[in-house]
């Protein structure tokens, strides 16, 4: 049972857009920065937003994050059939909870 | 570019002690928390633990009776110890930079697969 909460799948056809959610509580989002990872098959995840809505270099724009209170969403648009992964959400966790706490990851499938 | 390779056995007995390490190279490990995370097959991504080279250290609650994270800045590693493993243990275990309130992970290492069986 993680202490974030993503749906476990997710879909889309190309040039779609989709979004994957990640639900918390006041002592991890509603408090703290929300990180995005992409994990492809067979690798190491790779860090895809951070602090909230913010992109590494060389992440695309299609990728994009938000956060309302508790809740925090990845968007992805123009989909493509590279985008099939793993997707996790992470906050650090000022509770006992923490203080590192991932959300159970979302696979993404491209139809 | 930072760049992070674990090193360990691939093999633990149950009951024994896993050890790994990681090598940073392209920066220096005097910056930054330096994080353990884990993965066990076909599961999801669990957080072990971080450490800062002044030796200030974040565990996983639920590890942290088993759990010692150490840094060598001479030699630019850090270094985990789980003990009194179970089959539980057994997972990809990555090396990371970052951990922290302030800064979490961003760089991973590719991720050594580790057995506990007899």
């Known amino acids: 049972q993680s202490v974030l909460t993503q749906p476990p799948s997710a879909s889309g056809t190309p040039g779609q857009r989709v979004t994957i959610s990640c639900s918390g509580s006041s002592s991890n989002i509603g408090t703290n920065y929300v990180y995005w990872y992409q994990q492809l098959p067979g690798t190491a995840p790779k860090l895809l937003i951070y602090?909230?809505?913010q992109r590494p270099s060389g992440v695309p724009d299609r990728f994009s994050g938000s956060k309302s209170g508790t809740s925090a969403s990845l968007a992805i648009s123009g989909l493509r059939s590279e985008d099939e992964a793993d997707y996790y959400c992470a906050a650090w966790d000022d509770s006992l909870s923490g203080p590192v706490v991932f959300g159970g990851g979302t696979k993404l499938t491209v139809l | 570019q930072v760049q992070l390779q674990e090193s360990g056995p691939g093999l633990v007995k149950p009951s024994e002690t896993l050890s790994l390490t990681c090598t940073v190279s392209g920066g220096s490990i005097s910056s930054y928390y330096w994080s353990w995370v884990r993965q066990p097959p076909g599961k999801g991504l669990e957080w072990i633990g971080s450490?800062?080279?002044?030796?200030?250290?974040n565990y996983n609650p639920s590890l942290k009776s088993r759990v010692t994270i150490s840094i060598d800045t001479s030699k630019n590693q850090f270094s985990l110890k789980l003990t009194s493993v179970t089959a539980a243990d057994t997972a990809v275990y990555y090396c990371?930079?970052?951990?922290?309130?302030?800064?979490?992970?961003?760089?991973w290492g590719q991720g050594t697969l580790v057995t506990v069986s007899s």
């Open positions: 450490m800062y080279h002044s030796g200030s250290t």
């Open positions: 990371a930079r970052g951990g922290s309130k302030q800064w979490l992970v961003d760089y």
């Open positions: 602090r909230n809505d």
